[in-house]
Protein backbone atom coordinates (compact mmCIF):
# COMPACT_ATOMS: atom_id res chain seq x y z
CA UNK A 1 0.00 0.00 0.00
CA UNK A 2 1.71 3.59 -0.86
CA UNK A 3 2.31 5.16 2.42
CA UNK A 4 1.76 8.94 2.97
CA UNK A 5 4.42 10.80 3.03
CA UNK A 6 6.32 12.86 6.18
CA UNK A 7 8.55 15.64 4.26
CA UNK A 8 10.53 18.15 6.63
CA UNK A 9 11.50 21.41 4.97
CA UNK A 10 14.69 23.40 5.59
CA UNK A 11 14.67 26.89 4.95
CA UNK A 12 18.77 27.54 3.53
CA UNK A 13 20.34 30.64 3.10
CA UNK A 14 23.97 31.49 1.82
CA UNK A 15 24.35 27.86 2.59
CA UNK A 16 23.18 27.87 6.50
CA UNK A 17 19.56 26.51 7.28
CA UNK A 18 17.37 29.76 8.64
CA UNK A 19 15.33 29.40 11.76
CA UNK A 20 18.19 27.50 13.66
CA UNK A 21 17.12 23.77 14.28
CA UNK A 22 17.13 22.17 17.72
CA UNK A 23 16.07 18.88 17.61
CA UNK A 24 19.47 17.51 17.49
CA UNK A 25 22.45 17.85 19.50
CA UNK A 26 25.12 18.13 16.33
CA UNK A 27 28.32 19.87 16.65
CA UNK A 28 26.64 21.99 13.95
CA UNK A 29 23.11 22.50 13.71
CA UNK A 30 23.57 25.23 10.71
CA UNK A 31 24.51 22.99 8.23
CA UNK A 32 21.71 21.80 5.69
CA UNK A 33 23.59 18.16 4.96
CA UNK A 34 24.33 16.85 8.38
CA UNK A 35 20.40 17.94 9.26
CA UNK A 36 19.38 15.98 5.85
CA UNK A 37 21.33 12.78 7.18
CA UNK A 38 19.72 13.00 10.50
CA UNK A 39 15.86 13.73 9.25
CA UNK A 40 16.62 10.59 6.76
CA UNK A 41 17.97 8.67 10.02
CA UNK A 42 15.16 9.66 11.74
CA UNK A 43 12.93 8.54 8.69
CA UNK A 44 11.54 11.40 7.19
CA UNK A 45 10.04 10.17 3.66
CA UNK A 46 11.70 13.08 1.47
CA UNK A 47 13.08 16.46 2.17
CA UNK A 48 12.74 20.13 1.01
CA UNK A 49 15.40 22.73 0.22
CA UNK A 50 13.93 25.88 0.39
CA UNK A 51 16.18 28.65 -0.27
CA UNK A 52 15.56 31.65 0.82
CA UNK A 53 18.85 33.64 -0.82
CA UNK A 54 18.54 36.77 -2.57
CA UNK A 55 21.65 37.71 -4.44
CA UNK A 56 22.93 35.34 -7.66
CA UNK A 57 26.38 34.50 -5.55
CA UNK A 58 24.73 32.97 -2.50
CA UNK A 59 22.39 30.57 -4.91
CA UNK A 60 25.91 28.87 -6.04
CA UNK A 61 26.35 27.92 -2.66
CA UNK A 62 22.80 26.38 -2.95
CA UNK A 63 24.07 23.90 -5.61
CA UNK A 64 27.29 23.06 -3.72
CA UNK A 65 24.61 22.25 -0.39
CA UNK A 66 22.27 19.96 -2.69
CA UNK A 67 25.41 18.34 -4.45
CA UNK A 68 26.68 17.52 -0.91
CA UNK A 69 23.47 16.11 0.13
CA UNK A 70 22.88 14.29 -3.04
CA UNK A 71 25.78 12.32 -2.15
CA UNK A 72 24.99 11.49 1.25
CA UNK A 73 21.41 11.22 1.72
CA UNK A 74 19.58 8.95 -0.35
CA UNK A 75 15.92 9.66 -0.32
CA UNK A 76 13.77 12.11 -2.72
CA UNK A 77 15.25 15.63 -2.07
CA UNK A 78 13.18 19.00 -3.81
CA UNK A 79 14.75 21.99 -3.94
CA UNK A 80 12.62 25.27 -4.35
CA UNK A 81 13.13 29.07 -4.10
CA UNK A 82 14.36 31.35 -6.37
CA UNK A 83 14.31 29.19 -9.44
CA UNK A 84 13.20 31.41 -12.72
CA UNK A 85 14.29 29.07 -15.84
CA UNK A 86 14.90 25.86 -17.01
CA UNK A 87 18.36 26.14 -16.56
CA UNK A 88 17.74 27.24 -13.11
CA UNK A 89 16.18 23.89 -12.58
CA UNK A 90 18.98 21.91 -14.31
CA UNK A 91 21.40 23.17 -12.13
CA UNK A 92 19.39 21.64 -8.91
CA UNK A 93 18.50 18.65 -10.50
CA UNK A 94 21.83 18.03 -11.76
CA UNK A 95 23.70 18.73 -8.40
CA UNK A 96 21.48 16.00 -7.33
CA UNK A 97 18.03 17.27 -6.47
CA UNK A 98 15.07 14.63 -7.70
CA UNK A 99 12.01 17.24 -7.97
CA UNK A 100 12.04 21.41 -8.16
CA UNK A 101 9.55 23.30 -6.63
CA UNK A 102 8.38 26.56 -8.40
CA UNK A 103 6.13 29.37 -7.24
CA UNK A 104 6.36 33.11 -7.86
CA UNK A 105 8.38 32.38 -11.26
CA UNK A 106 5.33 29.73 -12.47
CA UNK A 107 2.77 32.93 -11.58
CA UNK A 108 4.73 35.60 -13.68
CA UNK A 109 5.80 32.35 -16.50
CA UNK A 110 2.99 30.06 -16.68
CA UNK A 111 5.35 28.03 -19.63
CA UNK A 112 7.82 27.65 -16.95
CA UNK A 113 5.82 24.71 -15.74
CA UNK A 114 5.46 23.27 -19.64
CA UNK A 115 9.09 23.68 -20.14
CA UNK A 116 10.38 22.48 -17.24
CA UNK A 117 7.86 18.97 -17.36
CA UNK A 118 8.60 18.53 -21.16
CA UNK A 119 12.56 18.45 -20.48
CA UNK A 120 12.95 16.76 -17.21
CA UNK A 121 9.18 15.13 -16.80
CA UNK A 122 6.30 16.10 -14.71
CA UNK A 123 7.99 13.79 -11.80
CA UNK A 124 10.23 16.73 -11.63
CA UNK A 125 8.24 20.02 -11.07
CA UNK A 126 6.09 20.68 -8.20
CA UNK A 127 3.76 23.87 -8.35
CA UNK A 128 4.20 25.09 -4.75
CA UNK A 129 1.00 27.81 -3.86
CA UNK A 130 0.59 30.22 -1.56
CA UNK A 131 -3.52 31.11 -1.14
CA UNK A 132 -5.26 33.15 1.54
CA UNK A 133 -9.02 33.17 1.82
CA UNK A 134 -10.64 35.71 0.29
CA UNK A 135 -14.41 34.90 0.35
CA UNK A 136 -16.11 37.24 2.63
CA UNK A 137 -17.79 35.61 5.97
CA UNK A 138 -20.53 33.45 5.15
CA UNK A 139 -19.77 32.83 1.15
CA UNK A 140 -18.81 30.14 0.04
CA UNK A 141 -14.94 29.61 0.39
CA UNK A 142 -12.61 30.98 -2.18
CA UNK A 143 -8.99 31.52 -2.09
CA UNK A 144 -6.57 33.73 -4.00
CA UNK A 145 -3.07 33.06 -5.12
CA UNK A 146 -0.18 35.41 -3.62
CA UNK A 147 3.45 35.35 -4.58
CA UNK A 148 6.56 37.35 -2.24
CA UNK A 149 4.68 36.17 1.23
CA UNK A 150 6.14 37.36 3.89
CA UNK A 151 6.08 40.84 4.63
CA UNK A 152 4.61 41.86 2.15
CA UNK A 153 2.58 39.39 -0.02
CA UNK A 154 1.49 40.58 -3.56
CA UNK A 155 -1.91 39.54 -4.53
CA UNK A 156 -1.62 37.86 -7.90
CA UNK A 157 -5.64 38.30 -8.68
CA UNK A 158 -5.45 34.30 -9.49
CA UNK A 159 -8.24 31.85 -8.16
CA UNK A 160 -6.30 29.17 -6.34
CA UNK A 161 -8.26 25.92 -7.38
CA UNK A 162 -8.18 27.76 -11.02
CA UNK A 163 -4.43 28.04 -10.51
CA UNK A 164 -3.63 24.72 -9.73
CA UNK A 165 -5.84 22.99 -12.24
CA UNK A 166 -4.23 25.01 -14.84
CA UNK A 167 -0.76 24.57 -13.36
CA UNK A 168 -1.65 20.45 -13.40
CA UNK A 169 -3.09 21.14 -16.81
CA UNK A 170 0.61 22.49 -18.13
CA UNK A 171 2.49 19.83 -16.73
CA UNK A 172 3.44 19.69 -12.64
CA UNK A 173 3.16 16.53 -11.32
CA UNK A 174 2.69 17.60 -7.63
CA UNK A 175 0.86 20.49 -5.95
CA UNK A 176 2.16 21.87 -2.68
CA UNK A 177 -0.20 24.21 -1.34
CA UNK A 178 0.33 26.50 1.89
CA UNK A 179 -2.23 28.40 3.60
CA UNK A 180 -1.09 31.94 4.34
CA UNK A 181 -3.76 32.07 6.85
CA UNK A 182 -2.44 28.59 8.85
CA UNK A 183 0.91 29.21 8.14
CA UNK A 184 2.77 29.81 11.46
CA UNK A 185 -0.46 29.48 13.85
CA UNK A 186 0.08 26.26 14.89
CA UNK A 187 -3.64 25.24 14.66
CA UNK A 188 -3.50 22.78 11.78
CA UNK A 189 -4.12 22.92 7.94
CA UNK A 190 -6.83 24.70 5.91
CA UNK A 191 -8.93 21.16 5.72
CA UNK A 192 -11.18 23.26 3.06
CA UNK A 193 -8.28 24.34 1.55
CA UNK A 194 -6.69 20.84 0.64
CA UNK A 195 -10.05 18.96 0.38
CA UNK A 196 -10.50 21.50 -2.50
CA UNK A 197 -7.58 21.22 -4.32
CA UNK A 198 -7.32 17.32 -4.04
CA UNK A 199 -10.56 17.12 -5.32
CA UNK A 200 -9.35 19.47 -8.23
CA UNK A 201 -6.49 17.23 -9.49
CA UNK A 202 -5.41 13.91 -10.02
CA UNK A 203 -1.66 14.19 -9.13
CA UNK A 204 -0.11 13.91 -4.87
CA UNK A 205 -1.13 17.08 -2.92
CA UNK A 206 1.26 18.06 -0.06
CA UNK A 207 -0.26 20.05 2.62
CA UNK A 208 1.81 23.22 4.10
CA UNK A 209 1.36 25.08 6.50
CA UNK A 210 -0.37 25.08 10.05
CA UNK A 211 0.63 21.77 11.72
CA UNK A 212 1.62 22.06 15.04
CA UNK A 213 0.68 18.33 16.56
CA UNK A 214 0.81 14.95 14.82
CA UNK A 215 -3.15 15.02 15.24
CA UNK A 216 -3.14 18.04 12.54
CA UNK A 217 -0.87 16.03 10.18
CA UNK A 218 -3.64 12.85 10.79
CA UNK A 219 -6.48 15.82 9.61
CA UNK A 220 -4.45 16.92 6.84
CA UNK A 221 -4.67 13.45 5.30
CA UNK A 222 -7.65 11.98 6.54
CA UNK A 223 -10.05 14.60 6.41
CA UNK A 224 -7.70 17.45 3.79
CA UNK A 225 -7.27 14.14 1.36
CA UNK A 226 -3.45 15.28 1.42
CA UNK A 227 -0.77 12.44 0.16
CA UNK A 228 1.80 14.32 2.01
CA UNK A 229 1.98 16.47 4.95
CA UNK A 230 5.38 19.24 4.86
CA UNK A 231 6.27 20.79 8.53
CA UNK A 232 9.06 22.68 9.26
CA UNK A 233 9.11 23.89 12.91
CA UNK A 234 7.22 20.98 14.63
CA UNK A 235 10.11 18.83 14.14
CA UNK A 236 13.14 21.97 14.11
CA UNK A 237 12.48 22.71 17.83
CA UNK A 238 12.18 18.50 18.72
CA UNK A 239 8.46 18.94 19.99
CA UNK A 240 7.83 15.95 17.66
CA UNK A 241 9.86 13.44 16.67
CA UNK A 242 9.59 11.90 12.84
CA UNK A 243 8.89 8.15 14.43
CA UNK A 244 5.90 10.07 16.63
CA UNK A 245 3.82 11.69 14.12
CA UNK A 246 4.30 7.88 12.30
CA UNK A 247 3.18 6.46 15.52
CA UNK A 248 0.18 8.20 15.76
CA UNK A 249 -0.75 7.91 11.85
CA UNK A 250 -0.19 4.03 11.71
CA UNK A 251 -2.07 3.74 15.45
CA UNK A 252 -5.10 5.33 13.61
CA UNK A 253 -4.99 3.42 10.11
CA UNK A 254 -3.11 5.82 7.77
CA UNK A 255 -0.11 3.76 6.12
CA UNK A 256 3.37 4.91 6.75
CA UNK A 257 6.68 3.99 6.21
CA UNK A 258 8.46 2.29 8.59
CA UNK A 259 11.23 3.77 10.74
CA UNK A 260 13.90 1.56 11.44
CA UNK A 261 14.92 1.30 14.89
CA UNK B 1 35.55 -5.56 -11.87
CA UNK B 2 33.60 -3.03 -12.98
CA UNK B 3 30.20 -2.16 -13.33
CA UNK B 4 29.18 -0.12 -16.47
CA UNK B 5 26.44 2.15 -15.71
CA UNK B 6 25.05 2.68 -19.04
CA UNK B 7 24.94 6.53 -19.95
CA UNK B 8 22.28 7.30 -22.01
CA UNK B 9 20.43 10.51 -20.77
CA UNK B 10 18.84 8.88 -17.95
CA UNK B 11 17.19 11.70 -15.56
CA UNK B 12 18.53 9.67 -12.72
CA UNK B 13 22.17 8.63 -14.25
CA UNK B 14 23.93 11.25 -11.54
CA UNK B 15 22.03 9.60 -8.27
CA UNK B 16 22.86 6.00 -9.40
CA UNK B 17 26.37 6.66 -9.80
CA UNK B 18 26.44 8.72 -6.44
CA UNK B 19 24.43 5.80 -4.58
CA UNK B 20 26.67 3.59 -6.33
CA UNK B 21 29.75 5.07 -5.05
CA UNK B 22 28.22 5.12 -1.68
CA UNK B 23 28.28 1.39 -1.61
CA UNK B 24 31.69 0.70 -2.60
CA UNK B 25 30.53 -0.33 -6.19
CA UNK B 26 33.75 0.07 -8.86
CA UNK B 27 31.93 1.24 -11.80
CA UNK B 28 31.96 3.04 -15.21
CA UNK B 29 29.54 5.69 -16.38
CA UNK B 30 29.69 4.86 -20.79
CA UNK B 31 27.69 4.96 -23.88
CA UNK B 32 30.42 3.12 -25.62
CA UNK B 33 28.40 -0.62 -26.45
CA UNK B 34 32.18 -1.66 -26.63
CA UNK B 35 32.62 -1.04 -23.03
CA UNK B 36 29.52 -2.36 -22.20
CA UNK B 37 30.72 -6.13 -23.94
CA UNK B 38 33.54 -5.92 -21.76
CA UNK B 39 32.21 -5.17 -18.49
CA UNK B 40 31.72 -7.57 -16.02
CA UNK B 41 28.36 -6.16 -14.88
CA UNK B 42 25.86 -3.66 -15.92
CA UNK B 43 23.57 -1.15 -14.30
CA UNK B 44 20.66 0.46 -16.51
CA UNK B 45 18.59 3.23 -15.11
CA UNK B 46 16.03 5.19 -16.77
CA UNK B 47 13.75 7.81 -15.98
CA UNK B 48 10.73 9.22 -18.16
CA UNK B 49 8.70 6.94 -21.10
CA UNK B 50 9.84 3.44 -22.72
CA UNK B 51 9.56 5.06 -26.56
CA UNK B 52 12.57 7.83 -26.01
CA UNK B 53 14.68 5.37 -23.85
CA UNK B 54 14.41 2.71 -26.84
CA UNK B 55 15.45 5.75 -29.61
CA UNK B 56 18.71 6.75 -26.91
CA UNK B 57 19.41 3.28 -26.67
CA UNK B 58 19.19 2.60 -30.58
CA UNK B 59 20.78 5.48 -31.47
CA UNK B 60 24.22 4.66 -29.26
CA UNK B 61 24.27 1.39 -30.34
CA UNK B 62 23.39 -0.19 -26.69
CA UNK B 63 19.88 -2.02 -27.72
CA UNK B 64 21.56 -4.73 -29.60
CA UNK B 65 24.38 -5.26 -27.03
CA UNK B 66 22.52 -4.77 -23.98
CA UNK B 67 20.50 -8.97 -25.03
CA UNK B 68 23.84 -10.06 -25.79
CA UNK B 69 25.49 -8.93 -22.65
CA UNK B 70 22.40 -10.82 -20.29
CA UNK B 71 22.68 -13.98 -22.69
CA UNK B 72 26.32 -14.23 -21.60
CA UNK B 73 25.19 -14.37 -17.92
CA UNK B 74 26.63 -10.82 -16.98
CA UNK B 75 25.11 -9.53 -14.01
CA UNK B 76 22.57 -6.68 -14.65
CA UNK B 77 20.51 -4.30 -12.95
CA UNK B 78 17.70 -2.45 -14.73
CA UNK B 79 15.71 0.57 -12.54
CA UNK B 80 12.78 1.19 -13.13
CA UNK B 81 12.80 2.36 -16.94
CA UNK B 82 15.46 0.59 -17.14
CA UNK B 83 13.47 -2.49 -15.94
CA UNK B 84 10.42 -1.61 -18.56
CA UNK B 85 12.83 -1.37 -21.66
CA UNK B 86 13.74 -5.11 -21.13
CA UNK B 87 10.04 -6.46 -22.27
CA UNK B 88 8.97 -7.30 -25.39
CA UNK B 89 6.84 -4.39 -25.82
CA UNK B 90 5.50 -1.22 -24.24
CA UNK B 91 1.90 0.34 -24.26
CA UNK B 92 3.06 3.38 -23.39
CA UNK B 93 2.16 6.49 -25.92
CA UNK B 94 1.31 3.60 -28.18
CA UNK B 95 2.25 0.02 -28.58
CA UNK B 96 5.98 -0.71 -29.69
CA UNK B 97 8.75 -2.78 -29.27
CA UNK B 98 11.22 -3.02 -26.40
CA UNK B 99 14.09 -5.13 -25.90
CA UNK B 100 12.97 -8.48 -26.00
CA UNK B 101 14.88 -9.42 -23.46
CA UNK B 102 12.24 -10.67 -20.94
CA UNK B 103 8.40 -11.78 -22.02
CA UNK B 104 5.78 -9.31 -20.85
CA UNK B 105 4.10 -6.12 -21.99
CA UNK B 106 4.70 -2.60 -20.05
CA UNK B 107 0.92 -1.83 -19.35
CA UNK B 108 -0.56 1.31 -17.95
CA UNK B 109 -0.95 1.33 -14.10
CA UNK B 110 -5.39 1.18 -13.71
CA UNK B 111 -7.01 4.23 -13.38
CA UNK B 112 -8.84 2.49 -10.05
CA UNK B 113 -5.27 2.48 -8.55
CA UNK B 114 -5.90 5.94 -7.82
CA UNK B 115 -3.64 9.02 -8.60
CA UNK B 116 -1.43 8.00 -11.48
CA UNK B 117 1.72 8.31 -11.30
CA UNK B 118 2.29 6.56 -8.13
CA UNK B 119 4.43 8.80 -6.23
CA UNK B 120 5.86 7.50 -3.05
CA UNK B 121 6.91 4.71 -0.52
CA UNK B 122 5.47 1.07 -1.40
CA UNK B 123 6.25 -2.17 0.05
CA UNK B 124 7.88 -5.10 -1.48
CA UNK B 125 6.76 -8.66 -0.49
CA UNK B 126 8.91 -11.30 -1.56
CA UNK B 127 8.20 -14.38 -3.83
CA UNK B 128 8.69 -17.35 -1.59
CA UNK B 129 11.51 -19.22 -4.23
CA UNK B 130 13.36 -15.49 -3.71
CA UNK B 131 12.91 -14.97 -0.26
CA UNK B 132 16.68 -15.84 0.75
CA UNK B 133 17.86 -14.58 -2.72
CA UNK B 134 21.21 -12.41 -2.32
CA UNK B 135 19.73 -9.49 -3.81
CA UNK B 136 17.64 -9.28 -1.04
CA UNK B 137 20.43 -9.70 1.93
CA UNK B 138 19.83 -7.77 4.93
CA UNK B 139 16.70 -6.23 3.62
CA UNK B 140 13.35 -7.36 5.38
CA UNK B 141 10.52 -8.79 3.38
CA UNK B 142 7.80 -6.40 3.10
CA UNK B 143 10.21 -3.40 2.85
CA UNK B 144 9.20 0.38 1.85
CA UNK B 145 11.36 1.21 -2.10
CA UNK B 146 10.36 4.61 -3.40
CA UNK B 147 8.34 4.33 -6.86
CA UNK B 148 7.47 6.78 -9.48
CA UNK B 149 5.95 5.35 -12.43
CA UNK B 150 2.65 5.33 -14.31
CA UNK B 151 3.44 1.73 -16.00
CA UNK B 152 4.58 -1.57 -14.83
CA UNK B 153 5.71 -4.90 -16.17
CA UNK B 154 2.95 -7.29 -16.75
CA UNK B 155 5.51 -10.09 -17.08
CA UNK B 156 5.03 -13.98 -19.13
CA UNK B 157 6.59 -15.70 -17.00
CA UNK B 158 5.64 -15.80 -13.57
CA UNK B 159 8.81 -17.83 -11.82
CA UNK B 160 10.87 -14.59 -12.66
CA UNK B 161 8.85 -12.39 -10.55
CA UNK B 162 10.76 -12.19 -7.06
CA UNK B 163 8.71 -9.20 -5.07
CA UNK B 164 5.43 -7.67 -5.88
CA UNK B 165 3.76 -4.40 -5.25
CA UNK B 166 0.58 -3.81 -4.99
CA UNK B 167 -0.80 -0.30 -6.42
CA UNK B 168 -4.58 -1.13 -7.93
CA UNK B 169 -3.19 -4.57 -9.28
CA UNK B 170 -0.54 -6.39 -7.74
CA UNK B 171 2.37 -6.01 -10.22
CA UNK B 172 5.95 -7.25 -10.62
CA UNK B 173 7.97 -5.29 -8.70
CA UNK B 174 11.05 -7.28 -8.66
CA UNK B 175 12.11 -9.58 -11.28
CA UNK B 176 15.11 -11.94 -11.28
CA UNK B 177 16.21 -14.45 -13.82
CA UNK B 178 19.59 -15.92 -13.39
CA UNK B 179 22.16 -13.06 -13.27
CA UNK B 180 19.12 -11.03 -14.68
CA UNK B 181 17.88 -8.41 -11.95
CA UNK B 182 15.31 -5.47 -12.39
CA UNK B 183 13.66 -3.15 -10.26
CA UNK B 184 10.69 -0.96 -10.55
CA UNK B 185 11.41 1.14 -7.54
CA UNK B 186 14.20 3.53 -7.51
CA UNK B 187 16.95 1.78 -4.93
CA UNK B 188 18.68 5.46 -5.37
CA UNK B 189 16.31 7.13 -3.41
CA UNK B 190 14.75 4.16 -0.83
CA UNK B 191 17.14 4.38 1.69
CA UNK B 192 18.94 2.49 3.88
CA UNK B 193 17.16 -0.30 2.08
CA UNK B 194 17.58 0.67 -1.72
CA UNK B 195 21.48 1.44 -0.71
CA UNK B 196 21.51 -2.15 0.53
CA UNK B 197 20.01 -3.50 -2.73
CA UNK B 198 22.81 -2.22 -4.40
CA UNK B 199 25.64 -3.15 -2.22
CA UNK B 200 24.14 -6.34 -2.56
CA UNK B 201 24.04 -6.06 -6.36
CA UNK B 202 27.42 -4.83 -6.03
CA UNK B 203 28.64 -7.78 -4.00
CA UNK B 204 27.37 -10.29 -6.54
CA UNK B 205 28.52 -8.70 -9.20
CA UNK B 206 32.09 -9.08 -7.97
CA UNK B 207 32.17 -5.00 -8.13
CA UNK B 208 33.02 -3.96 -4.43
CA UNK B 209 36.61 -1.69 -4.03
CA UNK B 210 35.73 -1.52 -0.23
CA UNK B 211 34.31 -4.51 1.34
CA UNK B 212 34.31 -2.65 5.24
CA UNK B 213 31.08 -4.48 5.76
CA UNK B 214 29.24 -7.84 5.29
CA UNK B 215 27.04 -7.59 2.81
CA UNK B 216 23.66 -7.38 4.93
CA UNK B 217 24.82 -5.39 7.75
CA UNK B 218 23.76 -1.88 7.39
CA UNK B 219 26.23 0.72 8.94
CA UNK B 220 24.92 3.58 11.03
CA UNK B 221 26.13 5.90 8.49
CA UNK B 222 24.20 4.75 5.60
CA UNK B 223 20.71 5.03 7.13
Known amino acids: ?104 AAVLNPQLIEDGAKRFGSQCIVLSVDARRVNAPGEPPRWAVFTHTGANPRPTGLDAIEWIRRGVELGAGEICINSMDADGQKTGYDLELLRAVSAAVPVPVIASGGAGTPEHMYQGIAEGHADAVLAASIFHFGEYTIADVKRYLGERGIPVREVAP | MSIAVINYGAGNLPNVVRALRHVDADLTVTDDPAVVLSATAVVLPGVGATADTMRSLEALGLAAVLPQVVAMGRPFLGICVGMQVLLRASEEFGPHPCLGIVGGTVRRLPDSAGKIPQIGWNQVRYAPPFASHPLFAGIPDGSDFYFVHSYYCDVDDPTIVAGRTEYGLVFPSVIIRDHLAAVQFHPEKSGRCGLQLLRNFATLAGSRSRVSASPGAVSREER
Open chain 1, 1 to 104: MLTRRIIPCLDVKAGRVVKGVSFVNHRDAGDPVALAAAYDAAGADELVFYDITASSDERAIMVEVVERAAAQVFIPLTVGGGLRTVEDMYRMLRAGADKVSINT
